[in-house]
């Protein structure tokens, strides 16, 4: 059911994901066992332009509205869990080619090929040094790492030994962009779920970041088109990666209920009054999730394009969207595991998976259920009072 019609340039990579399912599926296994993706499926991606969404049309991008973002990776998402989190990531860290100057944002942003990985938060030091920042930090969760060309790392600038500050007396952090090459992949990525986006920690040591490499995403981007204005930009697509694994989950039982048998020689599944309202509920669940997520960055996207700023109200139904989307699929999948019963506990079947990618990507910090709390705030008309939120 689609309730959003999509421009495009979203309908041209949609059309790539799908013609890659075949491709990404005959990958499973090795994207589980290796921890990150095959280097002939991340080429095939890279040229199906999945993990560069978010880079500006001016520099090659698709620039994807944030609806067009979300349906991508949860299209990917239903595929495999891995790659959708991966396309998640890697075009949210493409919104930054949008905060640099022109000329080295073609540089390192206008190939198929330039992918970036890394985190910003806790953010690590960078030093001001002639024409640049010397950078060195251990930096945690670096999904796509694997196959990235560019490391993003989030750093508290120095001057002259002691912590700077900006012309509104707020920490100087900015984002020093680490060619792959020089930074020290460190092998943590041993978890639950999730297990290909190669989430591993990376190391930068003593490196020099050229001052144009260094964008900070308090200042206004280089390209001025409304997406590049959206708050908290970094999030856009993250309810794409529970809506997908749902979806997926759904559509392994329902071709399970017509297969397998509740009790030998008791009839079908399907047949099972209990199986049916089970399956309904978890449809009308889905249902409702999908509309909230596309109704309410439709209704961000139509201010943004009118030149307005959102509300408080609309940031925090924004931030209630992507934590409500995952508690959600966790509720969907996990009453679909337990309908499925022992159909559920082997690892060579999509809801196996499914179950063990969404409790990983529920662990998020941003989709965690005590984001209501600053959400119900904002909504009552008091501050957030959550420095992350």
């Not at 075949?22 to 002939?40: F, G, T, Y």
């Not at 969404?53 to 990776?73: C, H, I, S």
């Not at 790659?83 to 073609?106: E, H, K, N, R, T």
């Not at 694997?146 to 900015?174: L, W």
Request: hydrophobic share 40%; proline share 7%.
């Amino acid at each position: 059911m689609e309730i959003h019609q999509f421009s495009p340039a979203t309908e041209e990579i949609l059309a790539g994901v799908r013609a890659l399912e075949p491709e990404i599926r005959h990958a499973s296994e090795a994207i589980e066992s290796e921890r990150h993706l095959p280097d002939d499926l991340a080429h095939a991606l890279m040229q199906a332009g999945i993990f560069r969404m978010g880079v500006p049309q001016a520099y090659g991008g698709p620039e994807l509205d944030p609806m067009g973002q979300v349906r991508v990776v949860e299209e990917l998402s239903r595929i495999e869990g891995s790659v959708g989190w991966l396309s998640m990531i890697s075009s949210a860290g493409s919104f930054i080619a949008a905060f640099l100057q022109p000329s080295v944002a073609q540089r390192l942003f206008a190939a198929p090929d330039s992918v970036l990985a890394g985190n910003l938060r806790p953010p690590q030091r960078a030093d001001v040094i002639d024409g640049g920042y010397r950078v060195s930090g251990h930096f945690r969760f670096g999904s796509g790492c694997h196959h990235a060309s560019v490391m993003a790392c989030g750093c508290v600038v120095y001057k002259d030994g002691k912590p700077d500050t900006t012309r509104k007396g707020e920490p100087n952090i900015r984002v020093m962009l680490v060619p792959k090459s020089k930074v020290t992949i460190v092998d943590v990525w041993h978890t639950t779920g999730m297990r290909g986006t190669g989430s591993n920690d990376y190391i930068v040591d003593n490196v020099f970041v050229p001052a144009e490499e260094s964008p900070s995403m308090a200042e206004p981007p280089f390209c001025p088109g409304p997406l590049y204005r959206f708050p908290q930009m970094f999030l856009v697509s993250h309810a794409g990666v529970p809506l997908g694994l749902a979806r997926s989950a759904l559509d392994f039982v329902q071709e399970l209920c017509t297969q397998k048998e509740t009790t030998p020689g008791r009839g079908l599944m399907r047949d099972d009054t209990n199986v049916q309202e089970t399956i309904a509920w978890a449809e009308a669940h889905l249902a409702a999730a999908r509309c909230f997520v596309y109704g309410i960055l439709e209704d961000m996207w139509r201010s943004l394009n009118k030149g307005a700023r959102p509300t408080p109200r609309q940031h925090a139904n924004y931030r209630l969207m992507i934590t409500y989307s995952h508690q959600a699929a966790k509720q969907i999948i996990s009453t679909l595991y337990d309908l499925a019963a022992t159909s559920s506990i082997f690892t060579k079947n999509r809801l196996e998976r499914d179950m063990r990618d969404i409790l990983t990507a529920c662990q998020h910090r941003v989709v965690h259920p005590k984001m209501y709390r600053p959400a119900g705030r904002m909504l009552l008309g008091l501050n957030a009072d959550e420095p992350f939120f």
